[in-house]
């Protein structure tokens, strides 16, 4: 696939948050613990609110746009993915999840080093950014959760 416009990225984009949402989806009514399976109707609300913010996003909006520094907390960085399951513990679903979202910013950061356009450019870095505070909301939860109760 082609990303040469801004309706190119924007689409590319919507299907990569389609496919998570309905990956976290299909994987809720096999989830054998009840509180995996309330992470993964959060996990895929998420996605849908992304995919909200995407289909209501405009040259306009990416043009105004200034990149806020999103900290990375790196927790997951250097722990080991495991593939969705409907075994997972809740400290192995935040680490798919998040790495998910890292292997995202990668993706439009490499994207936007890419591009010749400056109007991508800037749509990908918005992604990034994007991308960036969704796993610093899973590591949040996974410090919370899993590193405090250590």
């Not at 990303?3 to 989830?31: C, P």
């Not at 993706?107 to 990034?128: C, N």
Request: charged share 35%; hydrophobic share 35%.
């Amino acid at each position: 696939m082609k990303l040469s416009t801004f309706n190119d990225v924007i689409n590319f984009a919507i299907k990569r948050e389609e496919d998570a949402i309905q990956g976290y989806g299909s994987m809720i009514d096999v989830a054998k613990n009840p509180g995996i399976g309330k992470l993964l109707q959060e996990l895929q609300e998420e996605e849908r609110n992304h995919k909200k913010l995407l289909l209501e996003l405009t040259e306009g909006k990416v043009e105004s746009y200034t990149p806020t520094k999103v900290i990375n907390l790196k927790i997951s960085d250097y722990l080991e993915e495991d593939t969705l399951e409907a075994e997972m513990d809740f400290q192995q679903l935040l680490i798919f999840a998040a790495k998910k979202e890292q292997n995202a910013v990668e993706l439009y950061s490499d994207l936007a080093k890419e591009s010749e356009s400056e109007e991508l450019r800037k749509l990908f870095e918005f992604l990034v950014e994007q991308e960036k505070s969704h796993k610093l909301k899973l590591e949040t939860e996974y410090e919370k959760h899993v590193l405090e109760s250590d």
